[in-house]
């Protein structure tokens, strides 16, 4: 099995060590980091390299990990990371990386450490360093050091690349934390680092991410394949010897004079879990659990050529798939991947996916953006094999230039849309190209064009045909985009629109106008409450009207006084009626000016109206993901109440990630009584009283209580849906089991 994560068992305990043996184990730890990175390091890198370990250790000295392992222990992990495993090794990345927790967990600052080295590592420490100040209420901290992190990219690459790597080491060593910070980080990750992992082309760091994600958010999933895997192994590669053999004999045959290297790598236990859960597919029948690769030690100029030698070659033994043919040669992936494709029928009717490539795209392809630096340097012509990754970097580059001052939480999910490599392409009417992103539509189109253009956007032609504003591109549509002076941005837009040029556009513009409007209610309030004030002098009416102002924000139910503001300017607040509130507000205050007491009691009689008892209420479980009794469970603050998530949901990593601030940890009860929904799924071959008997499974079972059973016949294939109140996971176990023995019943699976 070549899955990438190692499975720790539940007491999987660091070695205890003497402090000595600690210090000779931190030793060989930079002894091997250096090992990777020697040759290209000049003696001079070499003691500043030096310099930078022993500064660390002595910053760091006596600080421990949560796993009791001395905390210098993860700076040079993280080196080793970028040296081995991203090929990093310039002295600038290895000093940076050994002192990058040095800012944020010791004494020394950032102003201590520029004395000492260059601005290139100051600058990425800077950015490596979390922002440790408050935050206003509701913003969250991980979306603000996460964009932190951005803004550094727009100087230096390597702050990206070497977050990841702080962000693998944590991972790896995850299981000493506590449950619930396990599943927040590997949610984190899931959402943000593993696709950033991917854009940049780091495919075996993403696979290695998702699985050690899955490992804590899903622990049963991940032993359950891990397990499938081991058990099927002398299978599978029995398989693979036989499958590439003729391929081997027919390669030592023909002219290929340089070296050929064929293996079978199995998918992560992640994509198999993904494609199970997509699919609603058991184990047995996933087919791809492998792909084999053929791997060519070729010169650059001939490898495109020899590429397809050997996709003939291969499909002069096995019948290939036209459908999956991918040449990914001729035009790269935008994040830099190249390599050839083909699927193939086997000898005993399995389809194989082979994957052709040059020992350079493989690197590209398991390395990504720090394999590119490396080409970069030693070809000339990789202009073209350049360009996709830097037009992505500069779009990211304008987008953090931009965007400062954006709401964190939109940020991060802009940024999170732009990792996605999906493009749609489609042409103005005079034939120029723009690449949007997949999903962009007519007025994303427009702000592409120009940001007036998309402001005053009514519409458009699209291949001549008049199209709405939300009408999504499609590849090769060409589009005439029809304005008006009359229009302006609106809130609704922001619902459709996808690409974050035209939203960062349309936010800013709508924070303009709101400003405007509070600026005008402002106004507006203070001219008609003041005189209602009428006090003994004009300094104290102002801090009694500033006081009240506090109660009509409550009264109204808004969210701040800016809100209230809002209202009256927009002239949803009619001001008669702030007015009219506003005076009873005064005369109970002043006909109650008694003791504090009862100053207290007046104060919230005077916020009669509102519930002035905390609703808690029972948490409710969220619609999403059905959850059950005994399912791995979160909850989140909401303004109606807790709600339930399950761990797998596929809100929970946005959740998880962007609303760290709203989670609530929460166990589910002894006592199981509550019942609640579940949703199960099921395909097979249809057959006389096939209805009846799945009926009958479930009534056996006579604590269930199903709410809705639909089945579609089509063509003698059933597919159906059970929907049903049940309590606790192991009972719907049961259930799944029974109903999977009725006779024609294929697959049984639950889902969301
Ligand atoms: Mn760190």
């Known amino acids: 099995m070549s899955s990438s994560v190692k499975i720790l068992s539940a007491d999987d305990q660091p070695i205890q060590m003497s402090l000595e043996e600690e210090k000779q184990h931190m030793i060989r730890l930079y002894r091997s980091m250096l090992s990777y990175a020697r040759d290209r390091l000049s003696s001079q890198d070499i ?33 080793r990371i970028c040296a081995r495993e991203i090929h990093l090794t310039s002295a600038t990345t290895l000093i940076s990386c050994l002192l990058h927790d040095v800012v944020e967990d010791t004494d020394l600052t950032l102003e201590d450490l520029a004395k000492r080295f260059e601005p290139a590592v100051i600058n990425i420490i800077g950015g490596l360093t979390k922002i440790s100040t408050v935050f206003e209420q509701g913003t969250s901290e ?6 932190k992190v951005l803004l550094t990219l727009s ?29 927040r980080i590997a949610s984190e990750t899931m959402y943000l680092y593993a696709p950033l992992a991917h854009r940049m082309g780091l495919h075996v760091m993403k696979s290695e991410l998702e699985d050690l994600c899955l490992k804590y958010t899903e622990p049963d999933g991940f032993r359950y394949i891990a397990h499938k895997l081991k058990q099927t192994k002398v299978q599978r590669d029995r398989f693979i010897k036989k499958f590439i053999q003729p391929i081997k004999k027919a390669l030592s045959f023909c002219e290929i004079n340089y070296p050929v290297v064929i293996n079978g790598r199995t998918k992560s236990i992640y994509s198999i879990w993904s494609k199970m859960k997509k699919q609603r597919i058991p184990f047995k029948d996933i087919y791809d659990l492998f792909a084999l690769r053929i791997v060519i030690d070729v010169p650059e100029d001939r490898e495109k050529e020899l590429c397809w030698q050997i996709y003939s070659l291969v499909t002069d033994i096995y019948k290939p798939n036209p459908d999956r043919l991918r040449d990914w040669i001729s035009t790269p992936k935008s994040n830099g991947y190249e390599s050839l494709h083909t699927t193939v029928m086997s000898g005993s009717g399995q389809w194989v996916e082979v994957q052709i490539r040059s020992c350079r795209m493989d690197e590209i392809a398991e390395r990504g953006y720090a394999a590119h630096w490396r080409y970069k340097e030693q070809t000339t012509d990789s202009q073209n094999r350049e360009s996709m990754l830097d037009h992505w970097l500069l779009k990211v580059r304008g987008m953090l230039e931009n965007k400062i001052q954006t709401d964190a939480v939109d940020f991060v999910q802009d940024f999170r849309s732009s990792l996605q490599t999906r493009e749609v392409y489609a042409f103005t009417p005079k034939g120029r190209l723009c690449i949007l992103s997949e999903g962009a539509t007519v007025l994303d189109f427009a702000f592409e064009v120009h940001t007036e253009i998309g402001k005053t956007c009514i519409g458009g032609k699209v291949n ?9 591109l499609k590849n090769g549509d060409q589009i005439e985009i029809l304005s008006s002076s009359q229009q302006r941005p609106q809130e609704a837009w922001l619902k459709f629109l996808a690409t974050s040029k035209a939203r960062n556009a349309v936010r800013q513009s709508l924070e303009e106008e709101r400003r405007e409007l509070v600026e005008r209610g402002k106004h507006q309030v203070r001219e008609h409450l003041f005189p209602i004030t009428k006090g003994e002098n004009e300094e104290k009416d102002m801090k009694k009207l500033n006081n009240n102002l506090d109660k009509l924000v ?3 139910q808004l969210s701040s006084e800016k809100d209230l503001y809002h209202q009256v300017g927009e002239g949803k607040l009619p001001l008669s009626k702030l007015a009219k509130i506003y005076e009873q507000l005064i005369q109970a205050t002043n006909s109650n000016k008694k003791t504090p007491e009862e100053m207290g009691n007046s104060k919230k009689a005077m916020i009669l109206g509102l519930d002035s008892t905390h609703k808690h209420g029972e948490p409710q479980l969220a619609p999403c993901c059905h959850p059950l009794p005994g399912d791995e469970v979160f909850g989140v603050k909401t303004y109606e109440g807790v709600k339930i998530h399950r761990n797998s949901c596929k809100n929970a990593p946005e959740l998880l990630s962007q609303h760290g601030d709203q989670i609530v940890w929460v166990e589910w009860n002894q006592d199981l009584e509550n019942r609640s929904m579940a949703v199960i799924s099921l395909r097979g071959f249809d057959r006389r009283g096939m209805t009846r ?12 209580n199903a709410q809705s059973v639909y089945l579609n016949v089509n063509n003698s294939i059933f597919e159906g849906e059970v929907k ?27 889902s969301d």
Not at 58 to 73: D, F, L, V
Not at 156 to 167: E, F, N, T, Y
Not at 727 to 744: F, H
């Open 47 to 79: 003691k500043d390299v030096k310099r930078a370990f022993v500064l660390a250790s002595e910053a760091h000295e006596g600080m421990r990990r949560r796993s009791g392992e001395p905390y210098m222990y993860h700076p040079l992990e993280v080196a």
């Open 142 to 147: 991980q979306a603000e050091n996460f964009r």
């Open 155 to 183: 100087s230096d690459v390597r702050v990206i690349l070497i977050k990841l790597a702080d962000r693998l080491h944590n991972m790896r060593t995850l299981h000493s934390l506590p449950r619930r910070k396990r599943i």
């Open 464 to 472: 001549h045909q008049l199209q709405p504003l939300n009408y999504k």
């Open 554 to 556: 409550q009264y109204f």
């Open 693 to 704: 008997d799945i009926m009958q499974v479930i009534s056996v079972e006579s604590e269930i």
């Open 724 to 750: 049903l109140y049940i309590n606790g996971t192991e009972r719907l176990n049961r259930l799944l089991d029974r109903l999977s023995e009725v006779k024609g019943v294929v697959s049984v699976v639950r």
